[in-house]
């Protein structure tokens, strides 16, 4: 059991320009959640997988962001056209089971968008 | 809806010093309780938590009991360490029929331990 990893860790990108986050869950956790954390806040949701479906998504996951979890295994969020209050800490965290068993989190992915 | 309400930080403690960090909480259903922990350039990790009425979370020193009469998770501590200084976030998921567990953050609470 290596944890959750995440790549990048850090990304600095041009506003408009696209991103594409990975996520590799710890090995056979069918749940999948990715969250999104701004400087002194609480990390908030915004969307969720149960194997390679996408059963929701948060509001704050407007058109230009895209979530895929192909095969069930690692998942990846692109943002597209990035604008600057996309800056933040995108967090994954993986789970196993159908009840409320402890969410593991990653080490996140920090993007600045200039 | 759901919702979760920390105690404003930063707090400030001398080692030893006995910790209390407020936190509770709005929720449909029944939830379940945690308490996250972020140290200085790392993940959130799991510090403990607890699944119903009454029950009592705890590990290293840390401890917090559901209270659902007063819809409170309190973390307590009682001699904190300046190895504790991190920042603290309370949190619920809510596991019904339709739900997907999702976890519901407060804005955290940063604890700053001086020896």
């Known amino acids: 059991d290596t944890g959750v990893s995440q790549n990048p860790r850090h990304k600095i990108t041009k506003r408009g320009q696209n991103v594409t986050f990975r996520c590799d869950p710890i090995?056979?956790?069918?749940?999948l959640y990715w969250y999104r954390q701004t400087l002194g806040q609480g990390p908030e949701f915004l969307t969720y997988?149960?194997?390679?479906?996408?059963?929701?998504k948060s509001r704050l996951l407007s058109d230009r962001f895209s979530a895929e979890r192909p095969k069930g295994s690692f998942s990846t969020l692109e943002i597209q056209r990035t604008e600057q209050g996309d800056s933040a800490m995108y967090l994954c965290?993986?789970?196993?089971?159908?009840?409320?068993?402890?969410?593991?989190f990653g080490p996140g992915t920090r993007l600045l968008v200039l | 809806g759901n919702s979760v309400t920390q105690m404003e930080g930063p707090v400030t403690l001398s080692e030893e010093a006995f910790l209390t960090i407020n936190c509770t909480y709005t929720a449909t259903g029944y939830p379940s309780l945690f308490w996250y922990v972020q140290y200085p350039g790392e993940g959130l990790q799991l510090l403990l938590k607890a699944t119903k009425a009454d029950d009592k979370g705890s590990n290293k020193g840390f401890e917090a009991t559901y209270r659902k009469e007063t819809t409170s998770f309190h973390l307590e501590k009682g001699s904190v360490q300046v190895s504790d200084s991190a920042v603290y976030f309370c949190a619920l998921s809510v596991w019904l029929s339709g739900n997907t567990g999702k976890l519901i953050f407060g804005q955290g609470t940063t604890l700053q331990v001086k020896p």
């Open positions: 090995s056979e956790h069918n749940r």
């Open positions: 997988f149960q194997n390679e479906a996408q059963l929701e």
């Open positions: 965290a993986s789970t196993a089971g159908t009840g409320q068993e402890t969410q593991y």
